[in-house]
């Protein structure tokens, strides 16, 4: 049952990403994440509400630090999407997701066997291939007006490189400490992270003087970014609850297939040659992972 509540905590994780990435396009990341948040805490008082668990304030207490991670962890994904390309981006952090939680795990004690820490070096092997994917060739019409427009978008690339790391540290705290929450404490550990992540969102959005008005078009995407993070979460709450944090989180680490693959149906992403086979080494050292 765990595998399956992993799995589609991946997909709906992969699609809120796509999501949040291309409304960030549209507006500023902290706006995004707050009103799609606020959506989001609204549906967990009502879950949370008809689900018969006792408040545990150590939950809410965890829940709440995994929050403030994802804050990190999600602000810094939805730049990267924003201003770099999806099919790197998203890996890159779901590599990092996966690994830092098998990592703390040994650090607690426990001992992952020969085949998950191949899997681990595996992974940061995808990691250089993804960014070292190819740049389209600059042509040589107008090379003076080119080459300044390369170097901008080789600048951007890093930032979002950058973007991709910090994000992929986020989710991964974000995991472990989500995991900490009582197993026996329901949905408390959930309604935590909303509490801290629309109290410091909010806070950012009057410190920035960031104004909450979006097209019209946007709310009822914004809506639907919140109900489907608040599945991804609910999903991997539940899976870890009755699995192992390290095989959940890797599992749920998968989600870039989803985002990826929206990209290029919806984005005509084109993903270069060697771009395919870092993903093919992320998929493996992800396999590994759980293999072990």
Partial sequence: MEFLLAVASAVSYGVSDFMGGVLTRRAHVFVVFLLSQLASFALLLVVVTLW?????????????????????????????LAIGRMSVVAPITAVLGAGLPVLFGV???????????????TGLVAVVVITRAPEPPATQTGASHVEPLAVQAAARARQAVICAFGSGVGFGLFFVLLDHAPVDSGLW???????????????????????????????????GL????????????????RGLLSLVAVITSMYPAATVALAALVLRER???RQAVGLLIAAASVALIALG
């Avoid at 991804?232 to 899976?239: G, K, S």
């Fill in 107 to 121: 650090a607690a004690g426990e001992r992952p066997g020969p085949t998950a820490l191949i899997g681990i070096v």
């Fill in 52 to 80: 018969a668990h006792a408040i545990s304030w150590p939950a809410v207490g965890w829940g709440a630090a995994a929050g403030l991670a994802g804050v990190m962890g999600t602000s810094l994904l939805y730049q990267g």
């Fill in 226 to 241: 919140g109900v489907v993070n608040t599945l991804a979460d609910l999903l991997f709450l539940l899976a870890t609850q």
């Fill in 271 to 273: 993903i270069a040659s």
């Fill in 189 to 223: 550990p959930l309604l935590g992270t909303r509490l801290s992540l629309v109290g410091l969102l909010g806070l950012l959005v009057v410190v920035r003087r960031l104004s909450l008005g979006v097209p019209a078009d946007m709310r009822l995407r914004l809506l």
